[in-house]
């Protein structure tokens, strides 16, 4: 048992891996010359436009490594029924249900695979990626409406609700485009501050932002008094907002890691903020590496099929036909799940579900019937 396991594993991992790798040349290829474009409006050279697109390859290969599974595993179970390597282990003693548990096995390894790249590799590739973007234009916008932030405070005269606004960030760090908006308890503007650009840091124990050339519009309680407004060259605003949670409402969503997401959504959800998008996105991360799991499942049948029913060609075209249909259902669940407000983790989980299911009730007609 130990030299079929052995065989299997081998021909498996080097076709994965071989499948891998055509995918990540030709989405470097793309990524390239996508980046070619922003690089002759920035005026930089070919070297970062590669590095660029490079440092994308990470989140391409989380995104695209369950359809490789799938295809490699596929042909690799292929080319041993079509060379009746498969038949002989069969008639040796591997029956379905150990075959089965060998490739769920394999598929655990390489789900495991999948998930720390998706935690720790693929983030921090596109923050780099976007880092460096944002060095060549001067600053990276979060997207077209920007970052919204939203804090309560109670204090001695009042309740107050602020609403802070932020456009986009540079290289450094720094924030860019900064509104920000306070309101009394009964939703009256108090005070507006806008600033071109800022800092958050700390001091001591204290979130502290420091705004530069700032502009600070105050509304006294009473009417009759005038509206004050000042110009600042630099000004500190307290706040009580965590550094993680305003690098994470300014970065892209990609390079936010599982936990990341899930202190996000939470605090978008205690500040009574719209968090579906990134709950979607915290479950569609905690459930995605398992879909290399669903994957094994769904190409073992292809053992099963008598050479005659297609040769290694025709069933890995299949195999790629199945690797779109799960992207694509993938995607439109995410979409209708924003649309009419499903429930995150119940959406994530419904394409492996049922991919999962389809490729059980295959294995279970094949092992019965052919």
Aim: hydrophobic fraction near 45%.
């Amino acid at each position: 048992m130990k030299t079929v396991r052995s065989l299997i594993r081998r021909d498996v991992v080097w076709s994965v891996f071989f499948v891998a790798l055509a995918f990540m040349s030709l989405f470097f290829f793309i990524g390239f010359l996508e980046e070619l474009e922003g690089a002759t409006r920035r005026g930089d050279s070919l070297w970062r436009a590669a590095l660029a697109a490079g440092l994308e390859l990470p989140s391409r290969f989380y995104e695209l490594f369950p359809i490789s599974v799938l295809i490699g595993t596929i042909y690799a179970m292929a080319r041993l029924a079509q060379s009746s390597e498969f038949t002989i282990l069969r008639t040796g003693g591997l029956g379905p249900g150990r075959a089965l548990s060998l490739l769920l096995n394999l598929g655990l390894l390489m789900a495991a695979l999948t998930f720390l790249t998706g935690e720790f590799i693929a983030p921090l590739g596109e923050l780099q990626a976007a880092r460096m973007r944002a060095s060549g234009d001067g600053q990276t916008t979060v997207g077209e409406a920007g970052a919204w932030l939203k804090e309560r405070r109670h204090l001695p005269d009042g309740d107050r609700v602020f609403s802070i606004n932020v456009q986009g960030t540079d290289s450094q760090g720094d924030l860019h485009g900064i509104r920000i908006f306070e309101h009394d308890d009964d939703g009256r503007l108090l005070r507006r501050i806008e600033a071109a650009s800022g800092h958050a840091g700390r001091e001591g124990e204290q979130s502290v932002w420091q705004l530069r050339k700032a502009r600070e519009t105050v509304w006294p309680l009473d009417e009759q008094q005038p509206v004050i407004t000042r110009s600042l060259e630099s000004l500190n605003w307290n706040t009580t907002l965590d550094d993680g949670v305003v690098a994470a409402a300014t970065s892209p969503i990609g390079s936010m890691s599982t936990l990341e997401l899930w202190r996000y959504s939470q605090h978008l959800t205690l500040q009574e903020q719209t968090s579906q998008r990134y709950e979607l996105q915290f479950w569609k991360r905690a459930i995605y590496p398992f879909a290399c799991i669903v994957m094994m499942a769904l190409a073992l049948p292809f053992a099963y099929l008598h050479a005659r029913a297609g040769g290694i060609s025709l069933k890995v075209f299949g195999g790629i036909m199945l690797g779109i249909s799960f992207v694509l259902l993938n995607n439109v669940v995410g979409h209708l799940t924003l649309l009419r407000d499903w429930t995150p983790w119940l959406a994530a989980s419904v394409p492996s579900l049922i991919y999962l299911a389809l490729s059980l009730a295959a294995f279970g007609w094949l092992v019965r019937y052919r």
